[in-house]
């Protein structure tokens, strides 16, 4: 069965404190790993997305990256605006879901 | 552009009530999905629709009734819900749906809450 976990569950960071979150996952095939941010009470907006082993892309101050069994999303010196729930999915050849992750919701300090 | 609409935005209900949720983008995507989401859980796929015909549906209680107008508009209509069916609902639409890897766009959704 795919699996896909985050972690951590939570992250506190100060602003400008860089970390990464992680997103390990189980599949038979990938087709594509997607990142997604989202605010409370609000629908997931998307980041990017990957589809093969040594992808990388950035977006201001988010930048993922992808290897064979997880992708990484790495923020570099964050600001409160991006305090959301960061939610990792993947979808597979013989499927047409997304499998998402259970998220990790991102806190940051000023 | 890459905006999903959603209405209403809430929507408070009783248990008898007959509601509907609206859904349009206007991407040119053939594709189109409704999500329920629970408090700090990730979206749960409900239902499919692929160049307007409905191709998935997850096993949902016959309570959700979607329907795609056309290739812009989904409708999901409610009628005798359960107080576990409170949630936010989201809609989501892709280039071209089940076949291939495209990117579904969600829109900011409807709280839903049934008394």
């Known amino acids: 069965e795919d699996q896909v976990t985050q972690s951590p569950e939570a992250l506190r960071l100060q602003e400008g404190e860089s970390s990464s979150l992680n997103c390990s996952y189980t599949?038979?095939?990938?087709?594509?790993l997607f990142w997604y941010r989202q605010d409370p009470g609000k629908g997931p907006e998307f980041l990017f997305t990957?589809?093969?082993a040594g992808e990388e892309k950035e977006k201001e101050r988010l930048k993922a990256t992808l290897t064979k069994k997880e992708s990484f999303l790495h923020i570099t010196a964050p600001k409160p605006e991006d305090s959301a729930t960061y939610l990792c999915?993947?979808?597979?050849?013989?499927?047409?879901?997304?499998?998402f992750g259970a998220g990790t919701t991102v806190t940051v300090r000023a | 552009d890459t905006e999903v609409t959603q209405t209403p935005k809430h929507l408070v209900m009783g248990m008898t009530n007959k509601k509907s949720l609206k859904c349009e983008q206007h991407?040119?995507?053939?594709?189109m999905y409704w999500y329920k989401q629970k408090a700090k859980k990730p979206p749960e796929l409900m239902f499919v629709?692929?160049?307007?015909?409905?191709?998935i549906n997850e096993s949902v209680p016959s309570r959700f009734s979607p329907e795609c107008p056309n290739s812009s508009l989904l409708n999901l209509h409610l009628h005798a819900l359960q107080p576990e069916d409170s949630a936010l609902y989201l809609c989501?639409?892709?280039?071209?749906?089940?076949?291939?890897?495209?990117?579904?766009?969600f829109g900011p959704g409807t709280r839903l809450t049934v008394l």
């Open positions: 989501a639409s892709s280039q071209e749906g089940t076949s291939s890897t495209d990117t579904q766009y």
């Open positions: 991407m040119g995507h053939r594709a």
């Open positions: 599949v038979s095939g990938l087709r594509g």
């Open positions: 990957l589809y093969s």
């Open positions: 629709y692929s160049y307007e015909k409905l191709s």
């Open positions: 999915a993947v979808q597979t050849p013989n499927d047409y879901k997304l499998s």
